[in-house]
């Protein structure tokens, strides 16, 4: 298959670099078709009250999922890639850093529930979701399969995974007509599910889990290595998540039908963020290679990244926004009101593709601590936001303090000098400067 052509790349390298994540990006577009099929059917059968005690019991989990992954899934990769034939030690000290991970997850949740619980949501329901951190460790499997470029085996392990998670639902939803709880368990068999798949890939290439060991001087390295990312998950975490949160407290009775309905409006708005991660990924190691040979060109192919950055994310804006109103038929007439609060947070992800590729470039020129400093900006901006306008706007008011903390977050470097370059050509692209350049130029 041939990849369409991008301004300022060389074709063959474009089929190249993306040669290694179509798998991928199959795999992520299959499970983002199964999951909003899904998340429509499901949202439908709980009503928005029903929804939004599920949706921010996963959320309040959520803000401790870097906590039960260690960060360590890219640094799995890169050991894997560096030392194959230390495969064993390598993937054994993860699994059993990430179990005791989220082993220790449990009681540091319930320590939290103490002091911050979520009103009308039992703790019960936390406690269910809390173990989804301790069936997560088998996903270590991934990195090996990313490691030996066979993202094939990820893509069937995700469809698969999600078909059977979908059907589980769907039984639940229209046979059983099942209370939340189910679906609160089904929420964790569906981590355990993708596990055991990613287990049974991994045994059919002949390999086995019973081979890995646990090397301490290892696991003091991967720690050592991982602990930023953990601290800017947490921060990613609370910058992605506490909007639902913060929408169903402060609205005290209608917080849960509010909270319900908002997460409607996240599943399609954020549906595309996967495709710049996999765009860059695929990108960079061309733009990097100009890096090293030649700076000017490396400077175009930055710019010609952000410009791609921008088309397709105002094309996926104006697209969802203008639809809105035809999307919530899709839904029952209580999510309705969600419609307008949709085309105003999907502008979001101008800023999201944006800010994607804005943080491979500070990688790749050393500036790890301003990914950390900009996501925690973003979200200091969005609690103070969402405290100031959720109590007059409700939802709306919500996605209006996302789409403010995400601009602030991604362009945060126009005001730090050695950064603020980067920072205008990311401005030159959201204006559409090249687009009108070439129309003068006419």
């Keep these: ?138 996903t270590i ?5 990313q490691s030996e470029v066979k993202s094939k085996y990820i893509m069937q392990v995700q ?94 009775d209608a917080g849960a039908a509010a909270s319900g309905a908002y997460d409607t409006v996240v599943i399609f708005s954020e549906a595309l963020n996967f495709v710049p991660v996999v765009i860059v990924s695929s990108l960079f190691p061309a733009i990097l290679n100009a890096r090293r040979d030649d700076p000017e060109r490396y400077k175009k192919r930055l710019q010609n990244l952000f410009d791609l950055m921008v088309w397709l994310s105002l094309s996926f804006a104006i697209v969802i926004s203008i639809g809105s109103p035809l999307i919530y038929k899709l839904f029952r007439p209580e999510f309705a009101s969600a419609a307008p609060v949709l085309a105003v947070h999907v502008w979001g992800s101008l800023f999201v593709f944006l800010g994607v590729a804005s943080s491979q470039f500070l990688i790749t020129e050393g500036y790890n601590k301003l990914t950390f400093i900009r996501t925690g900006f973003g979200a200091i901006i969005n609690i103070v936001l969402n405290f100031l306008l959720i109590p007059t706007m409700g939802m709306m008011g919500t996605a209006i303090a996302t789409v403010i903390a995400y601009f602030s977050a991604t362009f945060l470097i126009l005001f730090i000098p050695k950064t603020r370059t980067q920072g205008i050509m990311m401005l030159k692209s959201l204006f559409l400067v090249s687009a009108f350049q070439k129309i003068f130029k006419r």
């Design 1 to 138: 298959m041939k990849i369409p052509a991008i301004k300022g790349f060389d074709q063959d390298a474009l089929n190249k670099y993306f040669k290694n994540t179509g798998w991928l990006m199959l795999g992520r577009v299959g499970s983002m078709a199964i999951k909003m099929f899904i998340s429509i059917q499901l949202a439908n059968f709980l009503l928005p009250a029903g929804n939004g005690v599920l949706k921010t019991s996963i959320a309040y989990i959520y803000l401790f999922a870097a906590l039960a992954s260690l960060g360590l899934d890219s640094f799995i990769v890169k050991e894997l890639h560096q030392y194959p034939k230390n495969r064993d030690a390598i993937l054994g000290t993860a699994f059993i850093l990430k179990t005791a991970a989220g082993l220790l997850c449990l009681p540091v949740i319930y320590v939290a529930w103490l002091f911050f619980p979520l009103s009308d949501i039992p703790y019960f329901f936390i406690l269910i979701l809390s173990f989804g951190g301790v069936f997560q460790s088998l």
């Design 141 to 145: 499997i991934d990195a090996y399969f």
């Design 159 to 252: 469809i698969v995974g999600n078909l059977l998670s979908a059907v589980i639902k769907l039984v639940l939803i229209f046979y059983f007509k099942a209370a939340l709880i189910y679906f609160v368990y089904a929420y964790v068999f569906d981590i355990l599910l993708v596990s055991v798949g990613y287990l049974i890939v991994y045994k059919n290439q002949g390999l086995s889990f019973f081979t890995w060991n646990f090397d301490q001087t290892l696991a003091k390295k991967l720690l050592s290595l991982s602990w930023p990312l953990i601290v800017s998950g947490i921060m990613v975490s609370v910058y992605m998540k506490i909007d639902m949160l913060m929408l169903k407290e402060i609205l005290g």
